[in-house]
Structure formats: C-alpha cells, structure tokens
C-alpha cells in the first residue's frame, strides 16, 4: 500500500476500522463509457495495486480510454501496444489510437 493508504491510518492509531464501498474497475469505466464516448484521461490511484487494476481493464474499455496516469513504484504497469513514459514514480500511458485531447 502506498504512504497515504491504510497502513499509514493504523499507523497513526486508526485501528477501529473502516467501511468501505468497493467496486470493480470495469463497472465503474462502464457506468461513465455508457454517458460519453471515451475518457481523455483516467487517474489510477489504487494504493500499490495499481498494475493489477490496469490488468484488470477489459479490451473493449481501454480502447475508450486516451491516456492513463498512476504512481507505479514496482515499474509494472504497461499496456501492450501503448507507449509508456515514467517521471519520478508517475507512469503516464498514452493509448496511440485514442490520443488524448
């Protein structure tokens, strides 16, 4: 998990625990894909799961999607086919067949 995730909370003493609403990465892209054409740009922040969320992604919905950012500390989060630029610990994907606007 990243610094500012879970562990940090118990770290700090918040150990009463929390309830959280959780949902997959497909149901949430479908439900904004069924009110517009594509996303220019998806923001991952999954707290270290980052790579397995953007696995996750089916076909069908990154062809929608024009460039994703995430923080990628393990250097794993790829798309096959798109290109990949890293900064510091942010990934930048940029899908070449929808370039963002």
Known sequence: MGRG??????????????QVTVEHVNDALDR??????RIDVLKLDTEGSEAATVRAIR???LARI?????EDETD???VAGWDRR??????????PAQPAT
């Open 59 to 61: 076909p069908d919905i």
């Open 32 to 37: 904004v894909l069924a009110e517009h054409d």
């Open 76 to 78: 794993e989060v790829r």
């Open 5 to 18: 995730g879970l562990n940090a909370l118990l770290e700090r003493g918040f150990d009463e625990g929390i």
């Open 66 to 70: 024009g460039r994703i950012y995430c």
């Open 86 to 95: 890293v900064s510091c610990d942010t990934t930048r994907l940029d899908n």
